[in-house]
């Protein structure tokens, strides 16, 4: 196996170009071979991206796939193009870093989890707040016993975070076994629909959460916060201790400058998917745990639509 992975991108928007950009352009780790995106966008977006970049621009991702060279795809479209290029991926021989929400609906993220198994491919979800300086210091403490039992956790932010905020809840306290939620919508178009799944939260959005020893979580949004409010608040409590993380990740309006809190996560996101594929080993964040955030949603969606808590998960056999 090679040191370093020769990847091929996705999608020539904001995620590849600025936010990932900085993994291709610093980690040794990461050979990047080119880019690709809609045949229609060849020379308006996919050409000057592979040319910043100075590597390779494929028309579609069916010419990507022909290069057998490229052993890794990093998937940057859209939510609702994610199951077409990572199961074209899969079944090409590649391994795949793909971009969240995992899939549009939770049958083509089961399948995909499945069909990565059966062709032996790592397939990584890129929920990269779990790479947030703040939340990996967070992470440490718990798992260093510093607070005891878990007791409460309480997420605020944008609606923009939402599916960042789920994730964040089963990575810091471990799985849920009952939802209770509600959302109220203003008419208003959804900036990222998934379905009958509202991504953000363009009115208001609020979920309880029940684990398995009887501590609660929640986790609420609203698209109307403004953009110089923090994105994010956490507050994690214990039986010994407590923590408060009152701006966990920065605001809209900087989130993205260079140095960012947020623009250090890809970086390391990208570095452990290359780690991954060059070791042979499980990712940090695997299919499965694409899968179960969306889970979480669509128990959110149930319970809004009965009035009643609901039972989150679907078993996956990993």
């Known amino acids: 196996m090679s040191k370093s992975v020769r990847l091929g991108v996705v999608g020539c928007g904001l995620a590849s170009g600025l936010l990932h950009g900085s993994g291709y352009r610093s980690l040794d780790e990461i050979e990047l071979v080119g880019f690709t995106d809609r045949e229609r966008n ?15 621009a494929y028309r579609n991702i069916d010419e990507m796939l022909e290069d057998d060279s490229i052993e890794a795809i990093d998937v940057c479209v859209m939510e609702p193009g994610h199951y077409e290029m990572t199961k074209k991926a899969l ?10 929400a995992f899939t549009d609906s939770l049958p083509k993220a089961r399948e995909l989890v499945a069909l990565a198994k059966e062709v032996d491919r790592k397939l990584m979800v890129c929920y990269n707040y779990r790479y ?17 039992e878990f007791a409460f956790i309480s997420i605020c932010g944008h609606g923009y975070t939402f599916h960042h905020s789920i994730d964040l809840l089963r990575f810091l306290c471990g799985e849920v076994v009952s939802v209770s939620a509600k959302f109220t919508i203003d008419g208003k178009p959804f900036l990222y629909p998934l379905g009958d799944w509202v991504y953000t939260a363009p009115f208001a959005k609020a979920a309880i959460f029940e684990f398995a020893n009887g501590a609660l979580g929640t986790v609420t949004g609203t698209d109307k916060l403004a953009n110089n409010f923090p994105l994010m608040s956490l507050t994690y409590a214990g039986v010994k201790a407590q923590a408060a993380y009152p701006d966990l990740i920065g605001d809209m309006d900087h989130i993205v400058a260079e140095g960012s809190l947020f623009n250090k996560t890809f970086p390391l996101i990208l570095a452990e998917f290359a780690d991954a594929v060059i070791n042979d080993r499980t990712p940090a964040i ?3 745990d694409g899968v179960r955030a969306l889970e979480l949603e669509e128990a959110i969606l149930r319970s809004n639509n009965l009035g009643v808590s609901v039972k989150p998960y679907l078993i996956i056999n990993e």
């Open 42 to 56: 060849f020379e308006k977006k996919t050409v000057p991206m592979a040319k910043d970049f100075g590597v390779n």
């Open 132 to 148: 947030m300086e703040t939340v990996m210091e967070l992470k440490s403490r718990i798992d260093a016993g510093e607070f005891g």
């Open 286 to 288: 695997t299919g499965v």
């Open 91 to 100: 079944l090409a021989g590649k391994h795949v870093l793909c971009e969240k």
